[in-house]
């Protein structure tokens, strides 16, 4: 299994950010999967899921409305595009393939600062 993000960096707060996730190893379609991220000196905090056809989404109240996970089957990607960042999201942003983040890439560092 492997996943690789991309698409982190430094942003102002009220930016945006798109993330990409490619993955390998294993079958993707089949797979529900989720973004989790771990802020400096934190624990792993579930940011979002995707089910394994895209039907179903759902957010941590943090970042709902905000955010937004797809994903495309054809390609093996997972994406999660982030508006209206605030400093409370900086963190290390990791795709999974479990809610635990037991099996992660990783990560791609977002950084939101002034």
């Known amino acids: 299994v492997q996943l690789v993000e991309s698409g982190g960096g430094l942003v102002q707060p009220g930016g945006s950010l798109r993330l990409s996730c490619a993955a390998s190893?294993?079958?993707?379609?089949?797979?529900?999967m989720y973004w989790v991220r771990q802020a400096p000196g934190k624990g792993l905090e579930w940011v979002s899921t995707?089910?394994?056809?895209?039907?179903?989404?759902y957010y941590a109240a943090s970042v709902k409305g905000r955010f937004t996970t797809s994903r495309d089957n054809a390609k093996s990607t997972l994406y999660l595009q982030m508006n209206s960042l605030k400093p409370d999201d900086t963190a290390v942003y990791y795709c999974?393939?479990?809610?635990?983040?037991?099996?992660r890439g990783r990560g791609t560092q977002v950084t939101v600062s002034s």
């Open positions: 190893g294993f079958t993707f379609s089949t797979y529900s």
């Open positions: 995707i089910s394994a056809g895209g039907s179903g989404r």
């Open positions: 999974a393939r479990d809610s635990q983040g037991l099996v």
